[in-house]
């Protein structure tokens, strides 16, 4: 989701690189003969599975290719289709109040806010009335997984018609502290916040697993079904990893420093090679309050430097005012200010934000096991946690970023070295507990020659034991404290890093950089960095009449481990598509050289399929929003150092220029990149999940219709999406959020 104050809202060694440029058509040639070949494979087997599955009479919605089934040695009797990625006529810019996708695809809502998850929940009437969001799907749709189920309701990797979706609900539509579309009236924007309001609005975050099912040709997500589950803001969630039982993580609700309650703001996801779902805890800080004189109630001790480093400052005001609903406790949890007495905040909620801002694990099968707050992969406004490609008998790496301007990227290493038998564990959260609670946390520092390196974050590190501006006690300080431990160790500020996904044909990790508004050629202030490296565009894109400054487009950075893989601690690096318009200057804007149908703004979800290769990324923009929607685009990315260094060249107001030297990728061609989808009006198009044979992808509409004025809740005509009730899915015009799930008319894999 985009904050506020974001720019979006308002209106290897190089010679390296040169001489991997002819091996670039060569890995491309080799990469899609390897994927037609498992096409052609997967063609025969399904086929085969399919009618071995009909023969014995399971009913639509049981019926399955489970792996036993699919792998069975068949010889296919029938050719299979002929297929071509990105086969597909590219999607225009759109500004329609619909999903658009290319001929010969579907888009079908799936599952809305507010749908019931058991089989007493009333019908949603979407005209601010109704209650019991606890057993209803939840609002602003993000990252997402597909865990599949077999036949017979048991754990799989490999059915494709009945699978478990577990998707994050971030955040909810507001102006004013209230959630208006999901009140009557529009919901009280003064303070005290009503608790009956608060309630419903806490119970529309955290997370969901929905069962969905395909009945005959349509999907269909069960509303009866019993893995169904949320899991919301009030939810009791262990602490797991090194800051279990910290004194950091003491507080009112767990004096132990065991548990916390629930998961906030639940941006980005991941899965584990156990079939476990992980989520990515992002924009939490703002749902706290502080007193305007809590520094002092502190004595100014050193947990105000952390409280400023994430985002509360003393005196500020909490985004939906749910500290003012009443005197229990679940409300005043929401006040982190000092007010007990006690030496170790056993007495009040001082340190309740320390307990946010994790990558949580959750079994999303079993919905008798607590969800684990992973503290030993850091605390920051994490978006997507991304695999590397396991490796036995090597550690595990997982990478992330922290989307907010000029913040960093990281990656966590497991001590335990990887055993392919724990990928079919029966008890995966206790697998969990082996690969996430022991390991390194390390951070991204990106240097001018398209090199890096990893450092890590440990206490024992003297930039970090000895930093003057934070004193941490401990290893879990400097997890709990990762931002200011980075800034210890001088790690590369970047340009709002959001999603990660690793290439499965290579390895490769990238990360979308969704746009920067503080990046500027002579920077003023701290908030504010130049360009580098891996940063390197300062800009004016013209939005109508305003200039938008800085890195308003963003791009997608990817990075090649090194020798040691996962382990390595150091990398090489390049930027595989910078975001622009089409027409923007070809030499320091378009400098990946996007055609009307590639060019795209502010890159935030971005995942590989397991299927089909592809590259799938979505937009989170307000940048480019008076042209397009935001959109899906789909490339089939070369690799690191198959482009050119670039110099760019910025006059300073002194009369000299700062030259920056940058690493492009190979420009795209029609056939490498296109436009999917386009989204209805004032959403984010964000998730993506997809079935094992790539036949179904699963993808969430968010926020449709955000920028509606609160003042105009009674007149449907005013509200600027009326999406999904004018696709024909569900009663009111109130705009609601969504998964929709995109087949090929023909039966085909998606993207072809
Ligand atoms: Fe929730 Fe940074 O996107
Ligand atoms: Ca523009
Ligand atoms: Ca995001």
Redesign the pocket.
């Known amino acids: 989701?985009?904050k506020p104050n974001d720019l979006a809202r308002l209106p290897v060694d190089h010679d390296d690189i040169s001489s991997n440029d002819s091996s670039n058509e060569h890995f491309n040639t080799v990469l899609n003969a390897r994927l037609s070949r498992r096409a052609l494979l997967r063609g025969g087997a399904a086929s085969a599975a399919g009618a071995l599955l009909g023969s014995i009479g399971l009913s639509a919605c049981g019926g399955s290719s489970d792996g036993s089934v699919a792998t069975a040695p068949v010889t296919p009797t029938t050719p299979a289709p002929t297929e071509k990625l990105l086969g597909f006529q590219a999607v225009s810019k759109s500004l329609a109040d619909a999903v658009v996708v290319p001929a010969g695809y579907t888009a079908t809502v799936l599952y809305a806010l507010g749908d019931p998850l058991t089989a007493a929940t009333p019908a949603y009437k979407n005209d601010g009335t109704d209650t019991d969001f606890e057993n209803r799907a939840g609002d602003h749709h993000?990252g997402m997984e597909y865990f599949a189920l077999s036949a017979d309701g048991k754990p799989s990797v490999s059915a494709n018609d009945r699978g478990l979706l577990a998707i994050n609900h971030?955040?909810t539509t507001d102006e004013k502290l209230a959630s208006f579309f999901l009140h009557a009236n529009g919901g009280t924007t003064t303070l005290p916040r009503p608790a009956a309001e608060v309630d419903k609005e806490v119970a529309i975050h955290g997370l969901a697993v929905v069962e969905v099912r395909k009945n005959g040709a349509k999907w269909e997500y069960a509303k009866d079904s019993a893995f169904n589950r949320r899991v919301t803001p009030l939810t009791d969630i262990e602490i797991s990893g090194p800051a279990r039982g910290n004194a950091l993580m003491v507080t009112k609700y767990s004096p132990n420093g065991t548990r916390t309650r629930g998961t906030l703001?639940n941006?980005?996801t991941g899965k584990t090679p156990w079939n476990t779902f992980l989520t990515g805890e992002?924009?939490w800080s703002g749902y706290f309050t502080r007193s305007s004189t809590d520094d002092t109630a502190r004595g100014n001790d050193k947990s105000v430097a952390s409280l400023k480093r994430y985002g509360r400052n003393q005196g500020d005001a909490s985004r939906h005012g749910w500290e003012t609903a009443g005197n229990e406790d679940k409300y005043a949890r929401w006040n982190i200010s000092k007010t007990g007495t006690s030496a170790d905040g056993s007495d009040d909620y001082r340190n309740e934000m320390n307990g946010m801002g994790y990558i949580v694990e959750m079994d999303a099968y079993d919905k008798t096991r607590l969800a684990k707050k992973r503290t030993a992969l850091g605390r920051y406004?994490h978006?997507s946690a991304a695999f590397g490609k396991p490796v036995a008998g090597q550690p595990l790496a997982v990478y992330m970023g922290d989307?907010s301007r000029n913040e960093y990227i990281y990656k966590f290493v497991s001590a335990a070295a990887w055993s392919a038998a724990d990928a079919s564990a029966a008890d995966r959260i206790s697998v969990g507990d082996k690969y996430l609670d022991t390991g390194k946390l390390y951070v991204a520092k990106f240097n001018a020659d398209g090199t890096g390196q990893w450092i890590e974050l440990s206490i024992s590190n003297p930039a970090i034991s000895g930093y003057a501006t934070y004193k941490f006690a401990d290893q879990a300080d400097v997890v709990v404290n990762a931002r200011l431990a980075a800034d210890a160790v001088g790690a590369t500020k970047m340009d709002?890093p959001?999603w990660c996904s690793v290439n499965p044909a290579n390895g490769e990790i990238y990360f979308a950089l969704?746009n920067n508004s503080n990046r500027r050629v002579e920077p003023s202030g701290s908030s504010q960095a130049a360009p580098d490296a891996a940063n390197p565009r300062v800009y004016t894109d013209m939005k109508g009449s305003t200039a938008q400054q800085g890195n308003p487009n963003g791009h997608i950075l990817r990075i090649k481990e090194g020798a040691a893989g996962s382990a390595a601690t150091s990398f090489q690096w390049d930027v595989y598509l910078f975001g622009a318009e089409a027409k923007a200057a070809a030499g320091n804007v378009n400098l990946s050289s996007l055609t009307e149908d590639q060019d795209f703004s502010s890159p935030?979800g971005i995942a590989f399929s397991q299927a089909t290769g592809i590259c799938w990324f979505q937009t989170?923009d307000g940048a480019y929003t008076d042209v397009t929607n935001c959109m899906m685009v789909a490339g089939i990315p070369g690799q690191v150092g198959d482009g050119k260094k670039v110099t760019l060249t910025y006059p300073r107001a002194n009369g000299t220029n700062l030259t920056v030297d940058t690493y492009v990728g190979k420009a795209a061609t029609a056939d490498t990149l296109k436009r999917f989808l386009v989204g209805p009006v004032a959403c984010?198009i964000?998730g993506l999940a997809e079935t094992p044979d790539g036949k179904a992808l699963f993808v969430n509409i968010q926020h449709p219709g955000e920028n509606t004025a609160s003042a105009n809740i009674a007149d449907p005509a005013k509200y600027t999406s009326q999406w999904p009730s004018n696709a024909g899915y569900g009663s009111g015009k109130r705009p609601r959020s969504a998964t929709i799930v995109i087949t090929k008319n023909d039966g085909g894999r998606i993207g072809t």
């Open positions: 989701m985009n993000d971030e955040a703001n941006c980005g992002e924009n406004a978006e989307d709002r959001e969704t935030d989170d984010e964000t």
